[in-house]
């Protein structure tokens, strides 16, 4: 298809999609004749994924490209990918202070006492961290205990979250594994909200219905 | 306290500080002498609510302003305000395709299913319509039902977290929904990373222990 369809099947201008060829987001399509390309279904799935990591994910362009680059190389095994990807999703930032210190040994006995298998360097670590400071400083008496209770039913959904991914094509697989991580984590958070609009509407409304 | 008291209280920099009273995202300081103002525990609790929704919340300053016009503002129901402050965590963005109207039909099923008290218009009901969309672009046949089973958990998680937040004290109130808010579904959104990580260990992975 032309630049236009791929513009109507994805939904997204053609001066974005002209941008996202320039910035090496978008893979250049087959050359067709001079000033024309072709591109393909490979065209629409990766539009879809560069806007599920700005949108939904909130990601800069530059961790875009590091996801979008553990996707393409094809020497990396997928688990391996997965944890790059992974990585890259997890904002960079500063994080000296001894509350950081003292959340980030918290998670790790958290992912012990899971016997979780995750990279002693993995980024979601100090996301996790992040919050515990942050609930801690903000006088929220929480420490991650709390969520011992559901961690096995976190566990099976991310098990059968894993089992939507095909079982062939690695690029179908990453690309599966990147959406559906932003995907369901933020849906889950969608709900949580709805869930504690209904729980404020009980602890502290009247009219709203 | 000086301004560079708040600085070390806070572990923001006099400049940032600086920046937020003259963005009016911080409320002055009281006059003290020339050129200099008091700052209290007001202050360093609201940096603290500023950092949560810039770093963990991924907010654009004007939507950190319409959070915090609702929690400044004094005449509005605590249940309200909570709404408007969920409200403007959500990304703006436009949505008008087929495939968002269907999505968004499915969440207010989805609502009324599980009877929760949620303003027909809250943004979270597009926060998850927009992730609906994503999934079943990216090829994961996910559905809402997905989530069904999960509802009773995350009602009473819900329940719990805003059992949190003092009885009194309406700024305070707001402080830890909005903190609880974000802190809350970041934490979740990072356990589920670890988990994910696990999973594919486990379906993928081979030497990472």
Chains 1, 2 share one sequence.
Not at 38 to 55: C, G, K, M, P
Not at 117 to 127: E, F, L, S
Not at 146 to 159: C, E, G, R, W
């Amino acid at each position: 298809m032309r630049i236009a369809e791929l513009s109507d099947a994805s939904g997204i201008s053609v001066s974005t999609l002209k941008y996202y060829l320039r910035e090496g987001l978008l893979h250049p399509g087959a050359a067709r004749a001079v000033n024309q390309a072709d591109y393909d279904d490979s065209h629409v799935r990766r539009v879809r994924l560069i806007r599920a990591l700005l949108e939904l994910g909130n990601l800069q362009l530059t961790d875009i490209k590091r996801v979008l680059a553990a996707v393409d190389d094809e020497t990396l095994p997928i688990h391996e990918a997965f944890g790059i990807a992974q990585d890259a999703m997890v904002p960079r930032r500063d994080r000296e202070s001894a509350e950081y210190a003292r959340a980030l040994a918290d998670v790790y006995d958290f992912t012990s006492r899971h016997g979780l298998r995750v990279r002693p360097d993995a980024q979601a670590r100090g996301m996790l961290a992040d919050c515990l400071v942050a609930m801690r400083c903000g006088g929220l008496a929480v420490d991650v205990h709390a969520f011992d209770a559901q961690m096995p039913a976190i566990l099976a959904a991310a098990s059968e979250e894993l089992s939507h991914v095909p079982d062939h094509d690695r690029v179908l697989q990453m690309e599966a594994t990147v959406v559906g991580t932003i995907a369901y984590e933020v849906a889950v958070a969608a709900i949580r909200r709805l869930a504690l609009e209904h729980a404020s509407s009980e602890r502290f409304g009247h009219s709203v219905g």
